[in-house]
């Protein structure tokens, strides 16, 4: 997570405006904008340049790991360090342990998940900086941090008003 | 092209949804709720002192006995567990197929299964008898040898199912929550309302990266949780069907169970759902007739799976000549020349499950609030007389004659039965007015679904 910036923030009130900003100024040659939605916008990663997300690697690799490591430990528990014999079965019944690798391939793969969602998009967070509170209702941004490649307060104004932009702001830290 | 129904009703804007959502969070509760809640918490209070009864006196004052060693506890348990299904089903499943009704109900429905796998969740470690030593249950080393749990036990899978499966939808229903608590707190009036919906908002700010992140995240939560609720109800039939008992050791069980689950859960989801929008008016634009019509055509098609695998455990029990597998289901039928001493409760679950709900051929029947509602009773009625039937009847005729005798159903089993909807209510009440009980920010994108003014477009 970048630490916060100053920088310049346009509101917009359409979902279709802030697109088309978001895209526009792509084309610009700019690449650490970032669009706030109170949802996500079908689109939005294109217009922005955003790659795909990576997480669903961390869900794989946490998932192996909880396999592996629930047949390391019912190996461990029930074949290595006190074999029991139930029903008849060998020490290293494979079926019966089927139930308990696949729960925690689950448990690991999720918890994984929403670890690495958490660490992407650095919360838990005390304080968050807001632009405008209608952001999580009704609107819509685009916020330029100042060190933008071409950052000009006073170019990007009248950019985002010709796109349509409700108002543009100055911002302390986003 | 055939035109769509419309989602949501009456014309709303973002700003619109967000105020409709947000009203019960931030208005104070009307003569309704302040009703339903003290009726429900009076009821979680007498559940407490039931618990507490038989935690200290012991197992003994329930019904359970030498044939019947699982009695109210175990039947109540795979009900409540089985109720939770449906809002896994409504959150994962028919989220991987795209459904977008789902959106409307999903939030409620996922809260329905938390709730219900609490409530269920304390019926077996209370069983144990010995409540204070259950975390004997988890394989941790310890001085006893080590001497391990055994892994080779469907008990034990159930203890790891449904530990994951309470887990992993926990993290699954409060994930999605994060965003809606942002809202809740970028609204908030006053300092102490902004302060709680801050900090259970994790800071979430609703950047293009966090939304794409985010949504990679739903996407593999539903398809984790896909296969987990299969799972965990396979397991607890698993807990039935991996004994040799007549009855139980079948192998039609787990997707019998899943079926049963679902179709339990989705009338429970109809039972709420109709007094939520009797409750919240203004919910009826986003729980449409639509939505409830969906739910009952489920409700049925798993009505007609249950009955299918009643018939099956019929035939299969006939075609296998086995003597006892065969008395256990003229048993349960009544059949003359058995003891037929539980016939009443199958006939019961059959009238309930099969019959009643066959109402919903007609059209007007799904439509129709009232007709949904009472059915949704009698499916609920119906399916803890299923759990009923298959642990009761089983235990209580079995192999040897000598060996049989009936469950002792005492004034704690139905005290328990009655209690445990006390807790369930006592939760969800307290959550209809505390978290939005619709997702927001799921609810937004699916606004123009069925309307006419598409601009732009996707």
Known sequence: ?174 | MMKRNQLILGDKTLKDITDDICQPVETLPGKGWVGMFLGAKTLLLFYIFVLGMIVANGMGLLGVNHPNGWGTMIITFVFWIGIGHAGTLISAILFLFRQKWRTSVARTAEAMTVFAVMTAGLFPLLHTGRPWLDFWLFPYPNQRGPLWVNFRSPLLWDVFAVSTYATVSMVFWYVGLVPDFATLKDRAKNKIRRMIYGILSLGWRGTARNWSHYEMVYLILAGLSTPLVLSVHTIVSFDFAVSNLPGWHTTIFPPYFVAGAIFSGFAMVVTLMTLVRIGFPQFKDYITLDHMEVMNKIIMTTGLMVGYAYASEFFVAWYSGNPYERYVFMNRAGIPGTSGDYAWSYWIMVTCNVIIPQIFWMKWARRSIPVMFIVSIFVNIGMWFERFVITITSLHNDFLPSNWGNYAWSFWDGALLVGSFGMFLTLFLLYLRVFPAISIAEIKPVLPVGRNDHKGGH
């Open chain 1, 1 to 174: 997570m970048a630490k916060l910036m100053p920088g310049l923030a346009a509101i917009f009130t359409d979902e279709h405006q802030v697109l088309e900003a978001a895209r526009k100024s792509r084309d610009l040659g700019m690449t650490k904008f970032e669009a706030i939605s109170p949802y996500p916008i079908h689109g939005m990663e294109d217009a922005c340049g955003i790659k795909r997300s990576s997480i669903p690697y961390v869900a794989f690799v946490a998932g192996m790991t909880g396999l592996l490591g629930a047949l390391a430990l019912v190996w461990y528990t029930s074949v290595y360090d006190w074999p029991i014999n139930v029903g008849g079965k060998p020490p290293f019944s494979l079926p019966a342990f089927i139930p308990i690798m696949f729960e925690l391939t689950v448990l690991f793969a999720a918890l994984s998940s929403v670890g690495a969602l958490f660490y992407h998009c650095g919360i838990p967070r005390v304080d968050p900086p807001t632009i405008d509170p209608d952001l999580t209702c009704h609107k819509f941004a685009i916020f330029v941090p100042e060190n933008e490649s071409g950052y000009e307060a006073k170019k990007l104004e009248t950019f985002y008003k010709s796109l349509g932009a409700e108002s543009v702001k100055k911002v302390e830290a986003y």
